[in-house]
């Protein structure tokens, strides 16, 4: 087994070397044509989004920050400026079905035209009405069909009287109408002279009354059919009057949509509505048209549901908040004398209706929180018609009446950007998902960090300097936040893509030099403004690292003790992250085998971080009791820790303080230790390795570096490090020390100073060796519990 020996210097940073960068500022550089390093991710959108097969949508995923919004407008962008221009959307009323507007699809530009031309025949309407109503013509006519029939009344009622004059009767008008009654001298007889006549000639004048009066009222009753023939007449004249000014007024709109047979069938359906409508303009109450203009002169009205007649190319629709109604459209309702009314006008177009013939941008994680909204995007996608209507979950809850207008033919694409976890568990649960998204554009997080790829990143930062309006930055300044982008990554030889962190520090470096009164922005305000940075999120880390140097936190970083150890953890908050040392520590006894984990039976411990501790388990099982099962049991904690634990990265450190804990051993408490094991002791990487390392040094730094600190680092790790400037003067002054262990063997040599014992080729414990330790005491835990020691297959040379 190899001893582990300080990293050098050299090995805990990669510097990026100003003068191997080609300009003197990023004034001088290009613009990227694309997005860095997402060549893989664009060529699949921009297959998916040629192939004009139902399905072909696309889902973009990726770490939030990566620019993918960016990336995919300027993709989209470019596509649309080369397509064609979609059809106009209009709603008209249905004079056959008035609950089902009609929908016209119209050229480009056609529909406002078409609205234009029907406001202003709205507007003439009236008075053009109006003016055929009161023509000298219509009102002559009308004038003599009344005449004449108040004439043929008359005559028939002369004709009567005189008929009843014969027998001493006359037709007498009185407040209660027409009666027939015995006369005198062409007057209504008198009372006593009626009185005088005798008796005969008072009979007769009594059935003469009667008969005639009957006569009368067969008469009067064929009035009404006279009367409705003259009625008849009337409205016959005023559609007379009306038809010739309607179709002069509706001219111009029939000459100028005469290509449009959709629209000339609306036209048509307007003048006959007027024509059938015509008792409501010639009784026309001025406060009645008012109050329904809405509903009469409303209906002729067109509602541009979607205008696309000043667009260039096809429409390119984000939606930022995709509700149900924003998404699929909705149907307003106006109250009008205490009742909820709606009607063509109302109708609202969504960002589906307005991204028609084009591409709709949604995030996917604002979709998914809105009720409805994915369930109404799903159908529309599925039957690849637009229906505007309430959710299914939704139409029973109100009773107002509303409209069900005719669905839109759907043709678009829809391009839904969110997170991997967003993707895997749409793909996991909705059984439509890979049906209505079948191209995935994944999203590097990172690029390789070669002489080409600083090259390129160095444009990006010219190209974001220039799209946020900010100072050029010099060559060193670029070469730090390559470094920062490669610390980022957590991996020295490729540098992360996420573009949001770095506009940030970019911006943060601009106002620092701005405050300088620099025109460039330097190396010096790129590191003032990490410092500003880490100053500003440093309470926590303060906090903790003050209650270790006050003792309030027992964390010793000098002496020795058994079963304890420095861990180090990884706080993440507010974008930005940092390292410290937590107190891990051991205890075991004779027992049943028993491996206690106190954050998992306090409900603290994460499954990954109990999985640490079965593999820990399984580790001591199979290298301690080949033989026997171990008489041993064990419990592990982390002292002073008051919140959830998660990861496996102190697993390493566990097993060094149960290893000391049976042994006895005594662990340097000048090293922290972090890493991963397997079930064979290898050590494994782990996350925020920079981070960590920088926290127990932080803490060194604290209470004055002493010989022998350090930290030990999975191997695997090495080519993570990007440590701070401070760290690597400590290492190169011999005040700091790194180590990287591929196993635990060596990891429990350097927290103890003793051999680990695994060396002997006959398989035999070194005498002094911490091997040698931990078998004498689980004999001893054997023995003590009554069973026959367990050797894991080694001797124990006394």
Not at 13 to 31: I, K, Q, S
Not at 593 to 608: H, K, P, Q, S, Y
Not at 729 to 734: D, P, Q, T, Y
Request: aromatic share 4%; charged share 25%; proline share 5%.
């Amino acid at each position: 087994m190899k001893t582990a020996t300080p990293l050098a210097p050299d090995a805990l940073r990669r510097p990026c070397d100003p003068a191997a960068l080609p300009f003197a500022d990023t004034g001088e550089l290009a613009d990227l044509p694309g997005g860095l390093g997402q060549e893989r991710a664009e060529e699949a959108m921009r297959f998916g989004l040629r192939l004009m097969q139902p399905g072909y949508n696309v889902f973009v995923l990726g770490e939030p920050g990566t620019g993918r919004h960016a990336t995919v407008w300027r993709v989209l962008e470019g596509l649309a400026a080369e397509a064609p221009v979609p059809s106009d959307l209009c709603y008209v009323h249905n004079f056959d079905e008035p609950r089902e507007p009609r929908l016209l699809s119209l050229p480009a530009g056609i529909g406002g035209r078409l609205r234009a031309a029907m406001q202003a025949f709205v507007r003439a309407l009236g008075p053009t009405v109006s003016a055929a109503l009161a023509s000298e013509a219509h009102l002559d006519r009308v004038n003599r069909l009344r005449e004449a029939n108040r004439l043929r009344e008359e005559a028939v009622l002369k004709g009567l009287a005189d008929d009843a004059r014969r027998d001493g009767l006359g037709l007498m008008r009185t407040q209660d109408g027409l009666v027939i009654a015995p006369q005198q001298d062409d007057e209504p007889m008198p009372a006593e002279a009626y009185q005088n006549l005798p008796e005969a000639e008072r009979s007769r004048l009594e059935a003469a009354v009667k008969q005639w009066t009957e006569a009368l009222e067969d008469l009067v009753q064929s009035f009404p059919a006279s009367r409705r023939t003259m009625i008849e007449a009337l409205d016959k004249a005023v559609c007379d009057a009306l038809r010739p000014a309607l179709r002069e007024l509706l001219a111009g709109p029939r000459g100028q949509f005469a290509g449009h047979v959709a629209v000339l069938a609306f036209l048509d359906a307007v003048e006959q509505d007027v024509l059938a409508t015509r008792g409501t303009w010639v009784d026309d109450d001025e406060d009645v048209a008012d109050d329904e203009e809405d509903g009469r002169e409303g209906r002729y009205q067109v509602n541009v549901l979607v205008d696309n007649g000043d667009r260039q190319g096809a429409p390119l629709i984000e939606e930022d908040n995709p509700g149900f109604g924003n998404l699929i459209g909705r149907i307003e309702h106006t109250l009008r004398m205490g009742q909820m009314v709606t009607g063509a006008g109302l109708i609202r177009a969504g960002a589906l209706h307005r991204a028609q013939g084009g591409y709709l941008v949604l995030d996917a994680n604002r979709l998914l929180g809105q009720p409805y909204a994915w369930e109404g995007l799903k159908r529309a996608l599925r039957s690849r018609e637009l229906r505007i209507e309430p959710p299914a979950e939704a139409q029973d809850w109100s009773g107002t009446v509303t409209l069900e207008p005719e669905p839109v033919p759907s043709r678009l694409k829809v391009v839904m950007i969110g997170d991997r976890e967003a993707y895997y568990l749409l793909g996991s649960h909705d059984p439509d998902f890979e049906d209505l998204f079948k191209i995935a554009a994944d999203f590097e997080d990172e690029l390789a960090r070669d002489r080409d790829g600083e090259a390129a990143f160095a444009r990006l930062v010219g190209t974001l300097a220039r799209q946020c309006g900010l100072k050029p930055f010099d060559a060193p300044a670029v070469g730090l936040l390559i470094e920062q982008a490669a610390r980022r990554a957590e991996d020295a030889s490729h540098l992360s893509l996420h573009t949001r962190p770095l506009a940030d520090l970019m911006r943060e470096a601009d106002l620092v030099a701005a405050d300088g009164g620099a025109s460039v922005v330097g190396l010096a305000h790129v590191r003032q403004a990490l410092a500003l940075r880490q100053a500003r999120g440093d309470r926590y880390a303060r906090k903790l690292r003050e209650a270790m140097l006050d003792g309030t936190l027992v964390l010793p970083t000098s002496g020795e003790a058994c079963g304890q150890v420095n861990a180090l953890v990884v706080v993440d908050g507010a974008g930005e992250s940092f390292g410290h040392a937590a107190r891990v520590s051991a205890a075991a006894w004779a027992g049943d085998g028993d491996m206690v984990d106190i954050e998992r039976e306090t409900d603290l411990g994460g499954a990954i971080h109990t999985k640490g501790v079965m593999i820990l388990a399984a580790f001591l099982a199979s290298r301690y009791g080949r033989r026997r099962k171990l008489s041993l049991s064990a419990s592990l904690a982390f002292e002073q820790s008051y919140q959830p634990v998660e990861g496996d990265s102190a697993s390493l450190a566990e097993l060094c303080a149960l290893l000391s804990a049976i042994g006895q051993v005594p662990i340097r408490q000048c090293l922290a230790v972090t890493g991963a094991i397997n079930q064979m002791g290898a050590v494994q990487a782990i996350g925020g390795v920079n981070e960590k390392i920088e926290g127990f040094f932080d803490l060194c730094v604290a209470r004055g570096l002493e010989v022998g600190q350090g930290v030990l680092i999975p191997g695997a790790n090495v080519r993570h490090l990007m440590l701070d400037e401070r760290v690597l003067a400590a290492v190169r002054e011999g005040r700091f020390h790194l180590y990287a262990v591929d196993h635990v063997d060596e990891a429990i040599e350097l927290l103890t100073g003793l051999p680990s014992g695994r060396g002997d080729a006959r398989g035999v414990a070194a005498s002094g060796s911490v091997e040698e330790r931990v078998v004498r005491a689980l004999s001893a835990m054997a023995d003590a519990h009554g069973g026959p020691a367990s050797d894991g297959g080694q001797r124990d040379r006394h």
